[in-house]
């Protein structure tokens, strides 16, 4: 039987970074995954008669310049569309634009734009440092080897020449929330509620729960890696799957499609390999799981083959999702009142302020639909006509909130369904009257539905909650962080590993990393 | 009920109202949350009924878990350090278990009462742990403490005074062995173990027949001079023999608050416990790092210069401190002053010399004393009966 160096599980964008690496590397590396298509949640699928949609991810914002070079997604066919505005939809029909660092509309404030300034500045800076740890293995505490000092040690001194008063900041704000942060710094309901959607977005958080500082810097991060606000990938993010998988295979990398990884077979203290639906068995040094933690160890290997605090700490780990998708197909472009045919191409969301944001997550803790949402939302064909027959248009929203567990199931539950659908088309109709007219498919998507869809426990952005318990040197859970744990020879790639997830790529191209580090391979 | 016509918030076995008319010091203790004699008469007396006579131990108070379903033997296996495939059908086995960082949490004993079905008793209350263990296992997991009275009965004339009570050819079962019987129509099970290191048997019988239980086994063994033993006795019974005791020995993980404080069973002399050939157990990769990088403390057996009990006592060498007596006894039998201790590696060597630090007051007058001691391999009370099949008759 061949043996691989590796066998990576799941070919999303991090099981295809990881793999390139690896391979580049010079090792012989298989990559399995049960989908038919590459790209893991950065996918695209047909929606309805002719259209296309990104029916998990829509927007990249995250993405590391370095690795798009290193593995030259662009001439895999990587196209990223223009960097996009913001703009934050107001009722009154006079909506705040943000471009970067500067504002607009909605009757902004001086002090306001200047806050806002001196605001991304020093976030800015945080996420600057915050990136050293994400290039890396989040180091050790205890225990901590010399790459890990080196690591602390680059830290600690980026955190001194931030400079006192930044220092100070970074210390304080990192784990309280967003709500009180916004109202230290701005006046404007629209403006706060705005910055707050991109420190709740995939998170099962609101505005008013801690933690949500450090997700923002986290989004922010995305800016430091070369990004300008969010743009969409040209064909749809399938795409990116796509120039990712072409690009593993240039590198060697083998690629099986369509078989799912039933079990980690695990001989002694080690892995040996993976099972494959079709009965197969493969064998590798390493087996390199991008499926989130809860799943690979509970699923794949099994709860009896770890140590029974390792199971507990899988048993514990956060994985509920507050994110579900709306997906339209429509005979036409919307209108949304007050913004020109032309910037219906940029982001548009809907998030008056945040309050309405916190008693949108209110019910969604009981297992209760809310009947306030807040909107992420892209109109992708406008700037690639190739997603929608001629003149026609698709519309994808990322929505908050959307409990993971309804209290009355969402399993066969159409009329749960029907109500979020009809509930959610409401909300927009007070931003673009008439919208209904237009549609010609329609589908939401809830967070169970991820799950079923994509394989990611809760439906979970991130592959777990990215929560500081649950981050950095905590991630996923003590006792399997630095891509690593008890069980020799298996490897975690994915979202669920430092650091975090989003189209990122960091967590595949660091596992890979420590791999080829550790020198286990052949 | 108020807390004075409650007498005692402590609970009690269901041996209680036999208990309490024997306990005639009126000497109460506390075992895990029940009230239990430290001694009932004389401790000496009670001591010496166990090594020639026949002693009783309400044992009650032990913590016992039911495990059963197809998975029961993987799930212990798993749990616990030794093999627990080795341990057949009616047979009982001791067993310690491990956290994942190999920090002891408990010992106890593991009764395979049939296929698929195994009783273990712990000394700790053990409901999360076994919960959380049980994840990606089918077995179901039921705390069975309260619904069985046990009573521990040792000494030479135990085989015979069970024998009379209605366990005929109990001297056929061999050590660590299960046998059941029929009392007054209900099943007695009859198990050869025991915390004394001598021929000796445990029996669990439901609760609604303590009494008659006890009852009984007074009886029949007054002439054989049966006496009823308290923890203090079975304390200087289980140093002579060896045993080593949860919370007396070493911290449980469980309770541990201060870091570096728990043991793992390597340091704790229980390496023959542990079996590094099963694939997994928990502890298993912090305890192969230890074993390879070396372990911090050794625990060893003790003897003593003199009759003063080392109790608490610091152990030096050359002046320096490099241990502590975590139990310590004069042992009659033995005839030896013996002591537990954990001494600091790489001392602790069998013939190692050390002094022990030993404080005593005779009429307000504290005196210390420098006491020579030596590690020595025990236990020193081994007596051919604890092991004889047939069990020797009296
Ligand atoms: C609803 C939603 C919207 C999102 N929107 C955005 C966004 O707009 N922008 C953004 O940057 N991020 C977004 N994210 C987050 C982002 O998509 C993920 O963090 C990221 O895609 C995770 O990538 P990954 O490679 O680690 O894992 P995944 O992309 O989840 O890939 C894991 C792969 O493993 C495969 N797999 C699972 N089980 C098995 C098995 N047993 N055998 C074989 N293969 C298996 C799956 O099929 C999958 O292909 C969103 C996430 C969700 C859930």
């Not at chain 1, 590198?251 to 079709?278: C, F, P, W």
Request: glycine residues 10%.
């Amino acid at each position: 039987m061949t043996k691989y160096d590796a066998i990576v599980i799941g070919a999303g964008h991090n099981g295809l970074i990881s793999s390139s690496y690896l391979a580049k590397a010079g090792k012989r590396v298989l990559v399995v995954d049960a989908l038919n298509q590459a790209g893991g949640c950065a996918s695209t699928k047909a929606f309805a008669n002719g259209f296309h949609i990104s029916d998990c991810a829509q927007w990249v914002h995250q993405l590391d310049e370095k690795i798009v070079k290193e593995l030259s997604l662009e001439m895999h066919g990587l196209r990223l569309g223009e960097a996009k505005r913001t703009i934050a939809l107001q009722s009154s029909g006079d909506h705040l634009i943000v471009d970067g660092d500067s504002l607009s509309g909605a009757g902004i404030s001086a002090a306001d734009k200047k806050a806002y300034k001196a605001f991304r500045r020093q976030m800015q800076v945080f996420a600057k440092l915050m990136l050293k740890l994400y290039r890396t293995r989040a180091p050790k505490m205890v225990d901590a080897d010399w790459g890990d000092r080196m690591t602390l040690l680059s830290l600690g001194l980026g955190l001194k020449m931030m400079g006192r008063r930044n220092m100070r900041d970074m210390m304080r704000l990192v784990l309280i929330n967003i709500y009180d942060v916004m109202n230290e710094h701005f006046e404007h309901d629209g403006l706060k509620a705005a910055i707050a959607l991109d420190a709740i977005t995939g998170t099962n958080m609101g505005p008013r729960s801690p933690n949500t500082v450090f997700t923002y810097i986290h989004r922010m991060v995305g800016e430091a890696l070369g990004n300008r606000g969010v743009s969409q990938v040209m064909g749809g993010m399938g795409s990116l799957g796509g120039a990712l998988l072409s690009s593993a295979k240039t590198q060697g990398v083998e690629v099986r499609l369509g078989e799912a990884v039933t079990r980690i077979i695990k001989t002694g203290d080690r892995v040996m390999g993976v099972e494959l639906s079709s009965g197969d068995t493969l064998e590798a040094i390493a087996v390199v799981s991008s499926v989130d933690p809860t799943r690979t160890y509970r699923d794949l290997l099994g709860y009896r083959n770890i140590e029974a605090g390792q199971a507990r700490r899988v048993e514990q780990y956060r994985t509920r999702s507050g994110t579900g998708k709306l997906h339209l197909a429509l005979s036409g472009l919307p209108s949304f009142v007050g913004v020109s045919p032309d910037d219906h191409s940029q982001r548009l969301i809907i998030a008056p302020c945040m309050d309405a944001m916190e008693a949108g997550l209110n019910p969604i803790k009981y297992g209760e639909l809310t009947s306030q949402h807040v909107f992420d939302i892209s109109i992708p064909s406008i700037e690639d006509p190739t997603l929608a027959p001629a003149g026609q248009h698709v519309l994808t929203a990322l929505v908050h909130y959307v409990p993971h567990e309804l209290k009355t199931g969402w399993d066969n539950n159409e009329s749960a369904r029907e109500q979020l659908l009809q509930s959610l088309l409401a909300q927009l109709e007070v931003y673009a009257p008439g919208i209904r007219e237009l549609i010609i498919a329609s589908e939401v998507r809830v967070p169970e539905d991820f799950e079923a869809s994509h394989g990611v426990t809760g439906g979970n952005w991130h592959h777990g909650e990215l929560s500081i318990d649950q981050a950095l040197m905590m991630r996923p859970f003590p006792g399997s962080t630095q891509y690593t744990g008890s069980v020799v020879g298996l490897y975690l790639c994915g979202a669920g590993s430092h650091p975090g997830g989003s189209l990122m790529g960091l967590a595949g191209k660091n596992a890979a990393e420590e791999i080829l580090k550790q020198g286990v391979l052949s | 009920m108020s807390a004075a016509e409650r007498k005692t918030m402590l609970l009690t076995t269901p041996f209680h109202s036999r208990v309490e008319q024997y306990c005639e010091l009126n000497d109460w203790g506390l075992w895990q949350g029940y009230t239990t004699p430290n001694s009932y008469f004389d401790m000496e007396l009670e001591y010496f009924a166990i090594r020639s006579t026949a002693g009783v131990l309400d044992l009650s108070p032990m913590n016992k878990y039911r495990i059963l379903g197809p998975d029961a033997e993987a799930f212990l296996n798993r749990l616990v350090t030794r093999d627990v495939t080795k341990i057949g059908v009616d047979r009982v086995g001791y067993a310690v278990w491990c956290n994942d960082g190999g920090e002891l949490m408990d010992d106890g004993t593991i009764f395979h009462l049939a296929e698929d079905d195994y009783r273990l008793c712990s000394y700790m209350r053990a409901d999360d742990w076994l919960e959380w263990n049980a994840s990606g296992f089918d077995v179901t997991i039921n705390n069975e403490s309260d619904d069985i009275a046990a009573l521990a009965v040792q000494g030479p004339v135990s085989c015979t005074i069970l024998t009379l009570i209605g366990c005929e050819g109990l001297n056929e079962l061999k050590p660590f062995g299960i046998a059941r019987f029929d009392f007054e129509g209900v099943e007695m099970m009859v198990s050869r173990t025991g915390f004394t290191g001598d021929l000796g048997y445990e029996v669990w019988i439901d609760p609604s027949k303590a009494n008659a239980l006890w009852d009984q086994l007074f009886d029949k063994g007054r002439d054989y001079l049966i006496k009823p033993i308290g923890s203090h006795a079975l304390h200087v019974a289980r140093i002579e023999a060896g045993f080593l005791q949860a919370n007396v020995d070493f911290v449980p993980a469980e309770i541990a608050v201060r870091p570096g404080r728990t043991r793992t069973p390597l340091e704790m002399g229980l390496d023959w416990q542990v079996d590094f050939n099963k694939s997994l157990f928990n502890g298993r990769a912090a305890l192969v790092k230890q074993r390879e990088e070396g372990l911090r403390y050794r625990f060893v057996l003790l003897d003593v210069e003199g009759n003063k009990p080392a109790e608490h006592s610091f152990i030096y060498k050359n002046g320096k401190q490099i241990g502590i007596v975590t139990s310590a006894a004069w042992c009659p039998t033995a005839k030896s002053n013996l002591a537990f201790a954990q001494v600091e590696m790489p001392h602790g060597a069998v013939g190692d010399e050390f002094v022990a630090e030993i404080y005593y007051q005779r009429e307000l007058q504290w005196t210390r004393l420098m006491a020579p001691c030596k590690v020595i391999d025990g236990p020193l009370f081994n007596p051919p009966r604890k092991r004889q099949t047939p069990a020797p008759a009296h």
